[in-house]
């Protein structure tokens, strides 16, 4: 039999993502946040091309990313509650990790697998938070899909895309479960 790892086990199995919503501060230190960053970066990546960066966005420029979501919203025309929704990870948060997908040229692992691994790095990274004591919540939206904002705000290359924002904080309270899939509706076994 293989040596269990009881504590992780458990975790995996009772854990929940905090709406970024309920996270306040303190967030995670420089010093805090780079053991994280380490789990994170520990996602499988067939090829070892690291087909991800970080961008470590602090509270001090949370503002500036709710105003540039703000002319971004206009800018696509999106409706006040759409607009105010969206600005509302960055008005809110104490600390966000982007993580960003950045495709690399390779003639052996094609540009899905390289998507695959960069939202690795996102569950990663929000379950080391978790895993850690944080709160913590992957969040995206149709601001981070657009490359005018990405540009604006993160100064993205064309080969570049935002995977995921991970918001990492205190937990201000505990959510309760969400119902999950049933599993025999989405499981089939192949024996022969």
């Not at 975790?11 to 996270?23: C, D, E, M, V, Y």
């Not at 967030?27 to 499988?44: D, F, N, S, V, Y």
Request: aromatic share 6%; glycine share 6%.
């Amino acid at each position: 039999m293989p040596e269990r790892n009881d504590a992780a086990i458990s975790f995996l199995q009772t854990r929940r993502s905090r709406p970024a919503k309920t996270l306040i501060a303190p967030a995670p230190t420089r010093a805090e946040l780079m053991p994280l960053l380490e789990m994170a970066a520990r996602t499988p990546d067939h090829g070892k091309l690291e087909p991800w960066r970080f961008i470590v966005v602090e509270k001090g420029a949370m503002m500036r990313l709710a105003d540039l979501t703000s002319e971004a919203g206009e800018r696509l025309g999106k409706s006040a509650e759409d607009i105010a929704k969206a600005r509302s990870q960055f008005e809110l948060g104490q600390l966000a990790v982007v993580v960003v997908e950045t495709q690399k040229d390779s003639a052996k692992i094609p540009p899905l697998e390289q998507t695959y691994a960069a939202g690795a790095v996102c569950l990663a990274l929000l379950n080391a938070a978790l895993a850690s004591g944080w709160g913590a919540n992957w969040l995206s939206g149709w601001a981070s899909h657009d490359r005018g904002f990405c540009q604006a705000a993160f100064d993205l290359a064309d080969n570049e895309r935002i995977a995921g924002l991970i918001h990492i904080a205190t937990e201000s309270s505990a959510p309760p479960d969400r119902p999950r899939p049933n599993l025999e509706a989405i499981t089939s076994w192949i024996a022969e």
